[in-house]
């Protein structure tokens, strides 16, 4: 779980699912709501916002349809209002692991897996000890709780829950 580079640009649309199902009311182009709607967010359930904005294949998807069906303005609107909520699920997402995570990420152990393939590293429970005692040692506060944050979505995103093996 090299938190693939993809990861940096994937949340740029990522959430727009269920922020546009949840809040019709915000200023999105219509054109945008229709390419989320027809997305697959799978392995993410619709609702979990955190795993939409570290999903590489739910965000071609949308890209790839605002792209076609959206003017640029309304492309960067739609990019704006997807920033947003994905901040509010605790996703930066030019940034989804706090900088005092990072390192913990890019030097631990392979513990056996090809350093592109998110899911072996998800499901080595090796690595994610280690990392989350890394996360312990260099984050504090908001960026301790963020980094464990962009950590649990991007395996969610690949299709492995975490969770258990995490003592937050």
């Known amino acids: 779980m090299r938190f693939s580079l993809i990861v940096l640009a994937a949340a740029t649309l ?41 999903n590489p294949n ?17 492309a960067k609107k739609t990019a704006e209002v997807a920033y947003k909520y994905c901040e509010a699920a605790g996703i930066d997402i030019k940034e989804p692991i706090p900088k005092c995570g990072v390192k913990c990420v890019e030097d631990a152990p392979n513990f056996g897996c090809d350093p592109t393939d998110d899911k072996c590293f998800c499901e080595s429970k090796d690595f994610i000890e280690h990392v989350e005692l890394c996360f312990k040692e ?5 960026d301790l709780k963020n980094a464990v944050c962009a950590g649990e979505a991007v395996c969610r995103a690949v299709g492995v829950d975490i969770s258990p093996w995490v003592n937050y």
């Open 58 to 74: 739910y965000y071609k998807q949308v890209v790839t349809c605002v792209d076609e069906c959206c003017s640029p303005e309304d």
């Open 138 to 142: 260099k984050c504090q506060g908001e």
């Open 14 to 54: 990522a959430s727009a699912g269920s922020v546009f199902k949840r809040h019709n009311d915000f200023d999105v182009p219509w054109c945008a709501k229709d390419c989320v709607v027809k997305a697959d967010p799978s392995p993410c359930k619709p609702d979990d916002t955190a795993c939409l904005c570290v």
